[in-house]
């Protein structure tokens, strides 16, 4: 069946550090490709998303490049804040339903001033 | 315009009680899913209900059920609760049953003891 990899955690940065999550999926048709972000007591929100094949997807400093050849979609931000720290999902969405939209087991970061 | 809403936020129930969860959509949605995601994992796909019929369900068991009324809204029933059942229960909405993005609610937290 379909799956997403994804970086475990949790990672523990210093304010300013870079950030990269590494995510990869099967890649069994063509998915849309998101990043969701849970701040602590809250639900999901959409972070980022990418349709096709060398799609970048941005929002808020983070970045992640659709790459079909690798099957990857890795989260970089260049410099963090403390109001980054949160956890961070990738999801593939394989379409026909939700049901196909499946979710990484998360990332959790910490950033430290 | 108000966001994806549920209710209640946290709940605490004994094993063998049932918990009714519910959701109101984004304004003009017609899909709502539900997610169960257990501490430190990702979502897991429970249902999708799009024009009041069932279009997904997931790998649970017959003791969860959910239904949507014609104003959209959805509930989720969990039967003959099990401590395994504690979990952040999370409602999404889209326009339709094959949007590739999703809106989620804040969640409710159920505590089984």
């Known amino acids: 069946g379909n799956s997403v990899t994804q970086m475990e955690g949790p990672v523990t940065l210093s304010e300013e550090a870079f950030l990269t999550i590494n995510c990869t999926y099967t890649?069994?048709?063509?998915?849309?490709l998101f990043w969701y972000v849970q701040y602590p007591g809250e639900g999901l929100q959409l972070l980022l998303k990418?349709?096709?094949?060398?799609d970048k997807g941005s929002n808020k400093g983070f970045e992640a490049t659709y790459r079909k050849e690798t099957t990857s979609f890795h989260l970089e931000k260049g410099s963090v804040q403390v109001s980054d720290s949160a956890v961070y999902f990738c999801?593939?969405?394989?379409?026909?339903?939700?049901?196909?939209?499946?979710f990484g087991k998360g990332t959790k970061l910490s950033v430290k001033p | 315009d108000a966001g994806v809403t549920q209710s209640p936020t946290h709940l605490i129930k004994t094993r063998g009680q049932h918990v009714t969860l519910r959701c109101s959509p984004i304004?003009?949605?017609?899909?709502v899913s539900w997610y169960q995601q257990v501490l430190g994992q990702g979502p897991q796909f429970i249902f999708q209900?799009?024009?009041?019929?069932?279009?997904g369900r997931g790998n649970f068991p017959d003791r969860f059920s959910a239904r949507q009324f014609p104003n959209y809204s959805s509930e989720l029933n969990v039967n003959a609760l099990l401590l395994g059942d504690s979990a952040l229960y999370l409602c999404?909405?889209?326009?339709?049953?094959?949007?590739?993005?999703?809106?989620f609610g804040q969640g409710t937290r159920l505590t089984v003891v």
């Open positions: 999404a909405s889209s326009w339709t049953d094959r949007d590739t993005e999703a809106f």
């Open positions: 890649a069994t048709g063509y998915p849309s």
């Open positions: 990418a349709t096709k094949a060398d």
């Open positions: 999801a593939p969405d394989y379409g026909g339903s939700q049901g196909n939209l499946i």
């Open positions: 304004s003009g949605h017609k899909s």
């Open positions: 209900y799009y024009e009041k019929e069932e279009r």
